[in-house]
């Protein structure tokens, strides 16, 4: 096998030197230094060690990442052309454009930021926070507090309205909070992945103008299973994530900024303060992100074949139409709940129109250990269900039923997994209320 290593390393430093226009002197010399380093290398080959790559196949049902659809993996399959090929370009304005119908914004820059659904928001937070500036926060469960952390890092000042985990905020408390506390920022968390609650927007994009600050949702997990119509609802900065309702892996996350975000990141220009964050700089970004009238500028190489999976994903949505996703979503958490009552099971948040219909937080009966219960599904059973987080630790089982896996044959199966281990522990389905 190591005469083998030796052999491919070989040719492929050989193919190196050739290409660089070194004489051939120098060739021969480089070739016999790399050899002679490949007989005593400082770190052992591993390969013996890590063996053969091969993941188990899982049913993914906790809160991220969902299992991506089948054409998703397809396209991530096909080869990569390069991130500044106009044909690429292409495929970039394409995603745009199906950004926009799915997140029913016409806003110019409706973008794939590269990384997980935190770049998208880091960017909005690094591009839109100046030292200083005011963020009110409203923290029902653990993503507020990651804001809280993020945007403290970024110099904001961060007030934070909370209320236990689980619950959500009435527009009358967003009003007075926004009036008591003028924040620059207000950050709202539309589905609260930690506890499964819904919180209502309507209305608070319009209080938000009247106040001269910017609305930042997170939509992460709402989007396409939830109507966000960010242009509606006067939102100005949204971001999202590939790996929840959108079928796609984890690594391309979606981003917007409206007219009154632009206004602030250039007026932050023209002050000359730098975004503090030289990766996910939109002022940078957008020169190679957007056609702006002149060349596309190269900032960093674009994750090709995450732009495939995403956009192989949004094409899938708008095949089955936003209304049919929203539809779908709804239909599925209804039969999921009916079928956990039949076996009495709880969940966390009582009224049904405060559930989210991607993530469901189930009530871990008196008595079981939750923990138990998620190994049985995962080692038995290839089903990874989520645990609850913070203060919801032990307490609850988070049930994500996301895009490609939000179907009702998914839900019987996570139901009857959940109950294996609940009946391992002594469990007993009450009997039928007469
Ligand atoms: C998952 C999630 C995030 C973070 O997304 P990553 O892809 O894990 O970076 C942010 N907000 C909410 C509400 C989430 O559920």
Redesign the pocket.
């Known amino acids: 096998m190591f005469p083998l290593v030796q052999h491919l390393n070989l040719s492929r430093s050989l193919l190196f030197h050739r290409s660089s226009s070194l004489c051939g002197n120098l060739f021969a010399q480089n070739v016999c230094l790399n050899f002679c380093c490949f007989s005593k290398m400082k770190v052992a080959n591993p390969l013996s060690e890590v063996g053969h790559f091969a993941p188990t196949t899982r049913l993914l049902c906790g ?3 969902s299992n991506a659809h089948p054409r998703v993996h397809a396209a991530m399959a096909l080869p990569q052309l390069g991130h500044m090929d106009p044909e690429f370009l292409a495929i970039c304005e394409d995603v745009k454009k199906l950004l926009r119908y799915t997140w029913q914004t016409e806003e110019a820059f409706t973008i794939p930021v590269s ?7 880091e960017a909005a937070v690094a591009n839109l926070t100046e030292p200083g500036d005011v963020h009110l926060v409203f923290v029902n ?3 507020g507090e ?1 804001h809280t952390d993020m945007a403290g890092r970024y110099g904001a000042v961060v007030k934070q309205v909370r209320k236990p985990y689980g619950e959500t905020f009435s527009l009358q408390e967003i009003e007075e909070a926004i009036s008591a506390n003028k924040p620059d920022l207000i950050w709202l ?6 506890t499964g609650a819904y919180q209502d927007i309507t209305g608070v994009g319009k209080i938000c103008r009247q106040h001269n600050c910017l609305f930042l949702l ?5 989007i396409a299973a939830l109507p966000c119509n960010l242009d509606e609802n006067l939102v100005d900065a949204a ?1 999202a ?4 309702c959108l079928s796609c892996p ?1 690594g391309i ?1 979606p981003l917007m900024l409206n007219e009154r975000a632009l206004e602030k990141l250039a007026k932050r220009e023209q002050k000359d303060i730098k975004v503090p964050n030289w990766y996910l700089d939109m002022t940078m970004i957008k020169r190679y992100i957007t056609a702006h009238g002149g060349a596309r500028v190269y900032h960093h190489t674009a994750p090709i074949s995450m732009m495939y999976a995403l956009r192989e994903s949004l094409s899938i949505l708008a095949e089955e139409t936003l209304e049919g996703s929203y539809k779908r979503h709804k239909e599925v958490s209804e039969f999921f709940w009916e079928k956990l009552e039949e076996v009495g099971l709880e969940m966390l948040i009582d009224d049904k129109e405060k559930r989210l219909p991607s ?1 469901h937080s189930v009530k871990v009966p008196e008595g079981i250990n939750a923990a138990e219960v998620l190994k049985n599904a995962r080692v038995n059973f290839d089903v990874e269900i989520g645990a609850g987080l913070g203060e919801l630790a032990g307490k609850i089982f988070r049930v994500g039923l996301m895009g490609h896996n939000c179907r009702k044959d998914v839900a019987l199966t996570v139901i009857s997994v959940l109950l294996d281990g609940l009946k391992k522990q002594g469990y007993v389905v009450p009997a039928k209320k007469a």
């Not at 994530?241 to 929840?244: E, T």
């Open positions: 809160p991220g990442p990384g997980t659904g935190s770049a998208a928001w469960g653990y993503f990651r968390c539309m589905a609260e992945t930690s997170d939509t992460v997990t709402s971001y994530g590939g790996q929840k984890p996350a993530l």
